[in-house]
């Protein structure tokens, strides 16, 4: 019995012609002379009669073996994605470049998780629908056609168990072809970008305002964090919005606790193979220093003597990252568990579950309801535009509408 193919490997039969009667050998294979065709699956297109089809390589060779030598190679071709000289490249070939070898050679190097980020749109989204089109063909059109095919059906390649995808991450894949077309410009390779704002417009995202958790809710939280391990954990995220990777990044070394600052120059997180790794904050404004409330310099204080007492029972199993929120034993905490805490401590307190991200959010909230300036709340969370704002209306309006009494108090009394 042959070996079963598997996805991706390609598929090898032979093509009779009309008048061959198919002989079979002795053990049941072809015993005929007519030659075998293989087939790669190298992406999908939307046909006609508006049905997806796969788009195919094929190659030919005499005997079935000599076929699959054929196919094999043609795999490892395509996997290779070399660009080539002289001639247009294919969008998955130049995809591939980018990420292979001009992506790493920039001066501004995307993180890791970046990058895992942009190979995830490549090869789910970008590559099985546009990959086989020659990079100086793609219209606008064709990338519109794309994208109301993501909207309607999915990913092509998970076949039945397909489901459309989000306006938001329409847009998200949108703004990565857009770069990696605009490096094909910088690198001579397109005269337009057909992703670009002079060619067409970029998709727009679900327009949904974030969902804070109410005041007396976050109250309610803080209340139910007292006495527990890591309560100043939750005071950092409802008072300072740090994002979870931030908050598990922290070192003793980023607080001053004498001058009552806090400082953010790295995040955590998790990749591929190897686990937890240190790396810097999601943008360049993420990197920021901040003040701390009264009531939070005493939890942190109260949190520092804890830390204490911990490292010495653990002894030699201790492991020293300096982490304000570590493990038993001083090594990063998995965010995982740090969000299986979030969530038994939402139940604690009675409150609707909600995703850990909304403690940034609730932050955001607050300090707009009190009245702080927008460009001030852009600096403290790390926003790397003031139009971030604009996600939180409900809060802003109320800012507005308070400064708008101030104003009249102070001219009519």
């Not at 991706?8 to 049941?28: F, I, M, N, T, W």
């Not at 796969?54 to 076929?67: H, I, Y």
Request: proline share 6%; hydrophobic share 35%.
């Amino acid at each position: 019995m042959t070996k079963k193919r598997t996805d991706g490997d390609g598929s090898v039969y032979q093509v009779h012609e009309k008048a061959c009667a198919r002989p079979l050998g002795p053990r049941g294979k072809s015993a005929c002379k007519c030659r075998w065709r293989g087939a790669v699956i190298t992406g999908y297109k939307r046909a006609t009669n508006g049905r997806t089809v796969p788009v195919r390589r094929t190659v030919s060779a005499a005997t079935e073996n000599a076929c699959a030598v054929k196919v094999r190679e043609l795999r490892e071709s395509i996997a290779a994605q070399t660009v080539p000289v002289g001639k247009s490249p294919t969008l998955e070939q130049w995809l591939n470049h980018c990420h292979s070898t001009l992506l790493p050679r920039q001066k501004k190097k995307p993180r890791e998780s970046t990058m895992l980020k942009y190979r995830q749109c490549f090869d789910q989204y970008l590559i099985p629908t546009m990959g086989h089109l020659r990079l100086d063909a793609i219209t606008a059109e064709d990338i519109e056609g794309v994208w109301s095919l993501l909207l309607e059906e999915g990913n092509p390649t998970l076949g039945e168990k397909r489901r459309p995808l989000s306006p938001s991450t329409i847009h998200w894949a949108h703004t990565i072809l857009s770069r990696m077309l605009r490096l094909a410009m910088q690198k001579q390779r397109l005269t337009v970008n057909p992703a670009g704002p002079d060619s067409m417009d970029a998709p727009a995202k679900d327009d949904k305002e974030v969902q804070p958790l109410a005041t007396e809710d976050a109250q309610k939280v803080l209340a139910a964090a007292e006495g527990k391990r890591h309560e100043a954990r939750w005071s950092v995220a409802l008072a300072l919005g740090l994002r979870q990777g931030e908050a598990l990044a922290l070192r003793w070394s980023d607080v001053d606790l004498d001058a009552g600052t806090i400082r953010v120059r790295q995040t955590v997180y998790r990749l591929p193979g190897k686990g937890l790794v240190f790396g810097p904050p999601k943008t360049e404004r993420s990197k920021r220093d901040m003040g701390l409330p009264d009531q939070l310099l005493a939890s942190l204080k109260e949190h520092r003597k804890a830390y204490a007492e911990e490292r010495l029972r653990a002894g030699d199993k201790w492991q020293d990252h300096d982490l304000l929120f570590p493990t038993r034993i001083g090594t990063p905490l998995d965010p995982r568990d740090d969000r299986a805490q979030w969530h038994a401590l939402l139940v604690e307190a009675g409150v609707e579950p909600i995703k850990l991200h909304a403690a940034r959010h609730t932050a955001a909230t607050l300090m707009l309801l009190q009245g702080i300036d927008p460009r001030v709340v852009m600096d403290i969370l790390g926003w790397s535009q003031i139009s971030t704002a604009s996600n939180y209306q409900h809060a802003v309006s109320e800012a507005k509408q308070a400064a708008a009494a101030k104003v009249g108090g102070a001219l009519w009394g």
